[in-house]
């Protein structure tokens, strides 16, 4: 079967640095998505990755390793509007994509 | 430019009844699609559209129809509520086309409660 992991819920503190871990099992791969989601808000694109390496945007950067089904997003200099939960999802072969359950993260002041 | 305008934002229904969703997006996107997200599960793709006059299912469209008679608008349906059926649901639209990484754009999202 298909799946995605990501960690429930983070912790981290304000001006700090957060790593969101992603593996992912699919069929086949066509890119891997990040999405950021307020509470009781839309999901908002933040980054797409389909070759290895480091995509940097602003505070937040996103690595992926195909090699090892395996991606993560950093943010960088955390404020507390990023609090959010944060959904990782992969296209695969048949360019469905499939979405883990996302990871809640909290930032203490 | 609203981009994806979902309505309504909130709805209670009675196990049984029946009701539509609206979902209108004014960005000229072929691709339209219907998701469900439930607490501890990732989004779940209920139908979507590859554009005007098409429709296809998604992992979870049992219980749900769609239409989408004009590219900017797609309509779910629930014909006879179920309790299972209780969670909030977003409609999303994307260019896709040869674009795999084209982005998914959300509406704001309706929360269903059946009681």
């Known amino acids: 079967g298909q799946n995605i992991d990501q960690p429930t819920e983070m912790t981290a503190t304000e001006g700090a640095i957060v790593q969101i871990n992603c593996t992912y099992q699919?069929?086949?791969?066509?890119?891997l998505f990040w999405y950021q989601q307020h509470a009781g808000e839309a999901p908002t694109f933040l980054s797409y990755?389909?070759l290895d390496g480091l995509e940097e945007k602003g505070r937040f950067s996103s690595f992926l390793s195909r090699s090892k089904g395996y991606s993560y997003l950093l943010l960088k200099e955390l404020q507390m509007k990023d609090s959010a939960s944060y959904l990782c999802?992969?296209?695969?072969?048949?360019?469905?994509?499939?979405w883990g359950a996302g990871t809640k993260l909290i930032i203490k002041p | 430019n609203a981009g994806v305008t979902q309505t309504p934002k909130f709805r209670v229904l009675k196990t049984g009844q029946s009701m539509t969703l609206l979902c209108a997006q004014d960005?000229?996107?072929?691709?339209m699609y219907w998701y469900r997200q439930d607490p501890g599960m990732g989004l779940r793709l209920i139908h979507y559209?590859?554009?005007?006059?098409?429709?296809a299912k998604g992992e979870v469209p049992d219980g749900y129809n769609v239409s989408r008679l004009k590219k900017q608008n797609f309509l779910l349906g629930l014909e006879s509520a179920a309790p299972s059926q209780t969670s909030v649901y977003f409609c999303?639209?994307?260019?896709?086309?040869?674009?795999?990484?084209?982005?998914?754009?959300f509406g704001n999202g309706t929360r269903l409660t059946v009681t």
């Open positions: 999303a639209s994307s260019f896709e086309g040869d674009r795999v990484s084209s982005p998914l754009h």
């Open positions: 960005m000229n996107h072929e691709y």
């Open positions: 559209s590859v554009g005007e006059g098409t429709t």
């Open positions: 699919t069929s086949g791969f066509n890119g």
């Open positions: 990755n389909v």
């Open positions: 999802a992969v296209k695969d072969s048949n360019y469905q994509l499939i």
